[in-house]
């Protein structure tokens, strides 16, 4: 679409500049060509054609495109098993992009001192990064086991925990048809994702904190501001921007989030700790709910593109 | 300075607290994966064992080497295809912006974000019309496709730190379109290229929604075969370990060695740049 825009409005140019810029800019329009027609049909096209699943009737090996308006949507929302998701997803994003940003913030500050070894604390919190959440889950998985792993110490303190394993929920409520609170469950998968994912907020600040000129720091400093109040009323504030930027790229993992899950726990007893990744796998690939399969898919889209497209527009905008 | 005295020790507390945390996991894969299984008793996972014993290595080498392989063929195309298309759209959105080029690429990043459930349906139904369907072909083209955003992304973030007056003065000696891509460019390209490539290799090596749903059995990448190596019915702790070592290990080693350039790609990812 954007090419086809573009070639036209070259037309309205003055000639002189086109003639000059006709091959250059054909290569150019050659260059991006193929990219642009993948992307149109296999994001976008595919997109719609998902779309199109989720109202259909495609809930069985064969193919049923028949028109089922929202029904798969309505259904979802009134299901125990997708309601679980929600109040997992909620839980889980919430407490992952706490911990993540808290810990990164207390790292990267830490790590900006004048210490020795920097380097290799800094590579300590940042290598699991490099690691598959596949990898983390099936670690995590017999950590956080309920008859070992870090058990065995807390057995000590006289602690008992199920860990992934326990059904409880606090804080609980009725809410449809589940139990609305925190799934005690949810905190091992959010412990196993805040390991992996720490190492990335932390070099995120690392990075803002860099940016940050010594003339800011000298000045407080001459006011006679401790160091203490320099970060906080000075550094901190200045960081924001960088905050921003690690909950929205954080908050659309968590909100994709499947094989962390999947390695480590699946669904869960009573789906403590199912997510919609999770169900719209299972439902499609193992129970061939092609069109509810759709439609959870199309529910996780909108979810992050609630907080992915303002950021690309903004972030557009901020670069013109 | 005696502030320093006091703050200093707690800062290391707090490092080499938050260290071992982050340590941990290594620890016990490592020190299981050495033991017999015999030794690998729920009480005694923290002990080093008392002889070292690598036949959990030989266990999970044997049943991962074939899917490993496949990793490898899967990995090296599609990283190198993916970064190639990166480099032509980074050149042409940074150095030959047009009315739209912006939004153009707005719409291209888009894809990088969304949750890859929203075209996995319509995905499987089109390779399996085109004979790609649990085919590791197949999963190359999912990986140049949906890489392309974020190569392009980062070439284009690279691209911008050349200055365009270099790219003016080539088009006043008579330089094209091709010849500045060529000779300019593309020399000036190599940290790009390098941290890409890191970027698109760990992360195509650690996915795991496509791989899972394209390939069953021998076409299957190495964290299918990982992830199947606990769903078997008697829990082998030693052999899973060493196995996700093993699965983990190209990663690790490129992050060990080139880990500068990883971070540089994980912040050049996060669009701003």
Redesign the interface.
């Known amino acids: 679409m954007e090419t086809v825009q573009q070639t036209q409005s070259e037309f309205t140019l003055p000639v002189k500049r086109k003639r000059k810029l006709t091959k250059d800019h054909l290569l150019a329009i050659g260059f991006l060509l193929p990219s642009v027609i993948l992307i149109a049909i296999f994001v976008y096209g595919f997109i719609a054609w998902t779309g199109y699943v989720s109202l259909s009737n495609w809930n069985s090996l064969v193919p049923d495109l028949s028109f089922a308006g929202l029904k798969n949507y309505i259904y979802l929302f009134n299901d125990f098993r997708f309601q679980s998701d929600l109040r997992n997803t909620l839980v889980f994003t919430i407490l992952f992009i706490g911990f993540v940003i808290i810990i990164g913030q207390l790292l990267a500050v830490l790590l900006d001192q004048k210490l020795r070894g920097k380097s290799i604390f800094r590579n300590i919190f940042f290598f699991p990064m490099a690691l598959s959440f596949v990898v983390t889950g099936v670690v995590w998985q017999w950590l956080l086991n309920p008859s070992t792993g870090v058990n065995l110490f807390l057995q000590k303190l006289g602690l008992e925990l199920k860990w992934y394993t326990d059904t409880n929920i606090l804080a609980g409520f009725k809410w449809g048809h589940i139990e609305f609170g925190i799934p005690v469950a949810i905190i091992a998968v959010v412990i196993a994702a805040v390991w992996q994912m720490t190492g990335f907020s932390v070099a995120m600040y690392l990075a803002g904190l860099g940016g940050i000129p010594d003339e800011v720091r000298e000045a407080a400093r001459m006011d006679g501001a401790t160091e203490f109040q320099i970060y906080r009323k000075i550094i901190l504030p200045l960081l924001q921007p960088i905050t921003v930027s690690v909950v929205i790229i954080m908050a659309h993992i968590s909100l994709k989030i499947f094989d962390l899950i999947y390695a480590m726990t699946g669904p869960g007893a009573n789906f403590v700790t199912d997510v919609p990744g999770v169900y719209m796998f299972e439902t499609t690939f193992r129970g061939n709910y092609y069109a509810s399969g759709a439609a959870i898919a199309i529910i996780m889209l909108l979810s992050v593109a609630v907080f992915i497209v303002p950021y690309l527009i903004s972030s557009r905008r901020g670069e013109s | 300075m005696t502030?320093r005295r006091v703050?200093?020790p707690i800062?290391?507390l707090?490092?080499i607290a938050?260290?071992l945390?982050?340590?941990?996991?290594i620890y016990?894969?490592v020190v299981?994966s050495l033991k017999p299984l015999d030794q690998v008793t729920?009480?005694e996972?923290?002990k080093l064992p008392t002889q070292l014993d690598f036949s959990s290595y030989v266990t999970s080498f044997e049943k991962l080497a074939p899917n490993f392989l496949n990793s490898i063929y899967l990995v090296v195309p599609a990283t190198l295809l993916s970064a190639l298309?990166g480099a032509?759209?980074g050149?042409?959105?940074s150095k030959?912006k047009?009315?739209?080029?912006?939004?153009?690429?707005?719409?291209?990043?888009?894809?990088m974000?969304?949750?890859?459930?929203?075209?996995?349906?319509?995905?499987i139904q089109?390779l399996r019309e085109v004979q790609l369907y649990n085919t590791i072909p197949g999963l190359i083209f999912i990986h140049v496709?949906?890489g392309?955003?974020i190569t392009?992304l980062m070439f284009r973030n690279f691209y911008a730190g050349i200055p365009d007056e270099m790219i003016e003065s080539a088009k006043i000696d008579g330089a094209?379109?091709?010849r500045i891509f060529q000779h300019i460019m593309l020399p000036l390209s190599i940290t790009g290229f390098v941290v890409v490539a890191i970027w698109q290799f760990?992360n195509i090596?650690?996915?795991?929604?496509f791989a899972?749903?394209i390939t069953t059995s021998d076409q299957q990448p190495i964290?299918v075969a990982?992830?199947n190596l606990?769903g078997s019915q008697i829990v082998q702790?030693n052999v899973?370990?060493a196995g996700?070592l093993l699965?983990?290990l190209p990663?690790?080693l490129?992050?060990?060695f080139l880990?500068k350039y990883?971070?540089k790609g994980?912040?050049a990812g996060?669009?701003?740049g």
Do not use: R
């Open positions: 502030a703050t200093v800062f290391y707090l490092l938050l260290s945390f982050h340590l941990m996991p016990v894969m299981t729920l009480s996972m923290w298309f032509m759209n050149y042409v959105l030959w047009f009315k739209g080029s912006d939004t153009l690429f707005t719409l291209i990043l888009f894809g974000f969304i949750p890859y459930q929203s075209i996995l349906i319509p995905m089109f496709v949906y392309q955003p392009t094209g379109f091709l760990t090596w650690n996915e795991f929604l899972v749903t964290m990982l992830q606990s702790w899973q370990m996700a699965a983990a990663t690790l490129v992050y060990i880990g990883f971070v994980l912040l996060s669009v701003k």
